[in-house]
């Protein structure tokens, strides 16, 4: 009985999840998402960047 | 890509994504009203300065346009003015929803915003001025000066004139600039970047439309 109560606790905290994500009423996903919406529009001023160059180097 | 060109555009995007995670995780004061929503000063207050900032380029390349009558620098000023109206269409609609869960009024009479509203209505008449000319040089040189003049109104319009008067804007009607925001250090480490990321984002994009600028000129006159 013991050991039984004894290997569930354990299995119970072997079971690793992104705990901190969920932390705080899941306010870290909204960091993410912001901070990947951020990133991706920078990626996107590149990427325009290159191909303005790629344009203005062709004449 | 060279080094030499990139590497602001590189810290423009880094000090943004910067911002966008420690303007929302990092401590504030704990203001009545305001709550939470302090940390707006690091997402609306930043696209201002950027939208001054890029109106400055553009009145001193209109002026360098005057003088050296270089179409380049016309496309220049054009552009800088351009993405000015975009940054500023963009404050006042975040002002506008800031507002809406402050000071109870999306558009509070105000005379801070009715100085925008006025001063983004100038700037809107030198696209308009710009469009009614079919010969270039002719556009380029009245729309420099019609720029330069604009730049003269607006500037007055939004430091000066509501800190003569009662503003719900801090730093206006007698008040210290921030003082009503009770920024400290803890925020100034976001908002400083925020206001260096969003003015070399703006001439970054500014560049761009430029450079596209140029492209379509050159297109339709070979």
Do not use: C
Request: positive net charge; proline residues 4%; glycine residues 8%.
């Amino acid at each position: 009985m013991l050991l039984t109560l004894l290997m569930s606790l354990l299995l119970q905290n072997d079971v690793e999840m992104a705990d901190s994500l969920r932390a705080d009423g899941k306010f870290w996903v909204v960091i993410l998402v912001m901070a990947s919406v951020t990133t991706g529009i920078m990626i996107y001023l590149f990427m325009l960047d290159r191909k303005v160059r790629k344009l203005e180097d062709k004449k | 890509m060279t080094l030499k060109n990139t590497w602001w555009k590189a810290l423009g995007a880094l000090l943004l994504i910067y911002v966008s995670i420690a303007g929302l995780i990092g401590e504030v004061p704990r203001l009545p009203i305001l709550n939470e929503t302090i940390r707006n000063t690091y997402f609306h207050v930043p696209l201002w300065f950027g939208m001054m900032t890029l109106m400055t380029v553009s009145m001193v390349k209109s002026f360098q346009y005057l003088r050296k009558g270089d179409i380049d620098l016309d496309h220049s000023a054009f552009s800088h003015a351009h993405v000015a109206l975009l940054f500023g269409v963009l404050g006042f609609v975040s002002g506008a929803v800031w507002g809406n869960y402050t000071w109870g009024s999306p558009l509070p009479i105000d005379p801070k915003i009715i100085a925008v509203e006025v001063g983004m209505l100038i700037y809107s008449a030198y696209f308009i001025l710009r469009g009614s000319f079919e010969d270039e040089q002719k556009k380029a040189r009245l729309s420099a000066i019609f720029n330069i003049f604009a730049y003269a109104a607006f500037m007055p319009l939004v430091w000066i004139l509501p800190r003569v008067t009662e503003s719900l804007h801090p730093g206006n009607g007698g008040n210290p600039a921030f003082g009503k925001y009770d920024m400290d250090n803890l925020m100034k480490l976001v908002f400083y970047p925020a206001v260096i990321g969003w003015i070399l984002i703006g001439l970054w994009i500014s560049n761009l439309k430029q450079r596209i600028q140029k492209l379509v000129y050159d297109k339709q006159n070979t």
